[in-house]
T-cell receptor, first 114, second 114 residues
Framework: GDSVTQMEGPVTLSEEAFLTINCTYT??????LFWYVQYPGEGLQLLLK?????DKGSNKGFEATYRKETTSFHLEKGSVQVSDSAVYFC?????????????FGKGTMLLVSP | NAGVMQNPRHLVRRRGQEARLRCSPM?????VYWYRQLPEEGLKFMVY????????ESGMPKERFSAEFPKEGPSILRIQQVVRGDSAAYFC????????????FGEGSWLTVV
């Protein structure tokens, strides 16, 4: 079945550092890929998505490129802020069912210090 | 995630009691999904519903859990005879009638079983 693997956290960075959170996936067909962010005590917010190979999703300075050859969708940001501290979830939406159910990774906590 | 309304946000139940979680989808959305987030874990799909129909309940525990999405009113996730292991965050998500692969999450309902 489908699966998503993320790097384990927490990832601890200083403000303005470069961020990479790795995500790889296993899926049949051609899934869509997503990054969601969860701030403490809140629900999930869609951060960005990509629906086909080589697509780049971007939002709020975050980027991720759909790499079919390496089955990856790594999240990057050039300069993190304290307000980026949250848990980041990589997810995929399978293409086989005709509707959208998401398979999530376990999440990576990001802690940014001033 | 604006627009998907869940209540209660926090619920405490004693073992053996019933828990009812409600979800009103975004305006214009007719597809509802329920996910469960156990501590230190990613979200796991539970059930997918359209109005008056359960489409996919492959992620629902076989006993004590049920879900409905009536013609009028919110979707309900019902957990009978709760046990400590049911303590989790339960997230509802919705998507529009034409499908698509982006779903929008509510802020979650945190269930604590004491």
């Amino acid at each position: 079945g489908d699966s998503v693997t993320q790097m384990e956290g927490p990832v601890t960075l200083s403000e303005e550092a470069f961020l990479t959170i790795n995500c790889t996936y296993t899926a049949t067909g051609y899934p869509s890929l997503f990054w969601y962010v969860q701030y403490p005590g809140e629900g999930l917010q869609l951060l960005l998505k990509a629906t086909k190979a080589d697509d780049k999703g971007s939002n709020k300075g975050f980027e991720a490129t759909y790499r079919k050859e390496t089955t990856s969708f790594h999240l990057e940001k050039g300069s993190v802020q304290v307000s980026d501290s949250a848990v980041y979830f990589c997810a995929l939406s399978g293409s086989n069912s005709g509707y959208s159910t998401l398979t999530f990774g376990k999440g990576t906590m990001l802690l940014v210090s001033p | 995630n604006a627009g998907v309304m869940q209540n209660p946000r926090h619920l405490v139940r004693r073992r053996g009691q019933e828990a009812r979680l409600r979800c009103s989808p975004m305006k214009g959305h007719s597809h509802v999904y329920w996910y469960r987030q156990l501590p230190e874990e990613g979200l796991k799909f539970m059930v997918y519903l359209q109005k008056e129909n359960i489409i996919d309940e492959s992620g629902m525990p076989k006993e004590r859990f049920s879900a409905e999405f009536p013609k009028e009113g919110p979707s309900i996730l019902r957990i009978q005879q709760v046990v400590r292991g049911d303590s989790a965050a339960y997230f509802c998500a919705s998507s529009p009638p034409n499908g698509g692969n982006t779903i929008y999450f509510g802020e979650g309902s945190w269930l604590t079983v004491v």
